[in-house]
């Protein structure tokens, strides 16, 4: 099983910047995908991006895509999620999440949250106007 922690979140004006972190430990591995989701009070979790450990591919949300990239560090067991471009909308809790073998790399699988079986407690992003 592995562990995630996410860390980073913070409040920030529209038109900023932060960078999240997730450190995974425990049965960590050199496939697989790590996901973030964010989730905001009365909705569902949703997709942001996702990056696969072994050669680093890539999914970005349309809604964030061209503000926001994904990058992982193997030696770090370390996945980033580098947020720019701030707007109040991108206010929400941050998870990142793990899972060794999806059916496939479609955005089916990736933007579904029930296949990704070990999540971290999240992070708060707040952007303000």
């Known amino acids: 099983q592995v562990q995630l922690v996410e860390s980073g979140g913070g409040l920030v004006q529209a038109g900023g910047s932060l960078r999240l972190s997730c450190v995974a430990s425990g049965h960590t591995f050199s496939s697989g995908t790590v996901g973030w989701f964010r989730q905001v009070p009365g909705k569902e979790r949703a997709f942001v991006a996702a990056?696969?450990?072994?050669?680093?591919?890539?999914h970005i949300a349309d809604s964030v895509k061209g503000r926001f990239t994904i990058s992982r560090d193997n030696a770090k067991n370390t996945v980033y999620l580098q947020m720019n471009s701030l707007k109040p909308e991108d206010t929400a809790v941050y998870h990142c999440?793990?899972?060794?073998?999806?059916?496939?790399?479609?955005?089916?699988?990736?933007?579904?949250?029930?296949?990704?079986?070990?999540w971290g407690q999240g992070t708060q992003v707040t952007v303000s106007s």
């Open positions: 990056i696969t450990w072994a050669d680093g591919s890539t």
């Open positions: 999440a793990a899972t060794q073998r999806l059916p496939a790399w479609t955005s089916a699988y990736l933007t579904n949250p029930a296949n990704f079986g070990s």
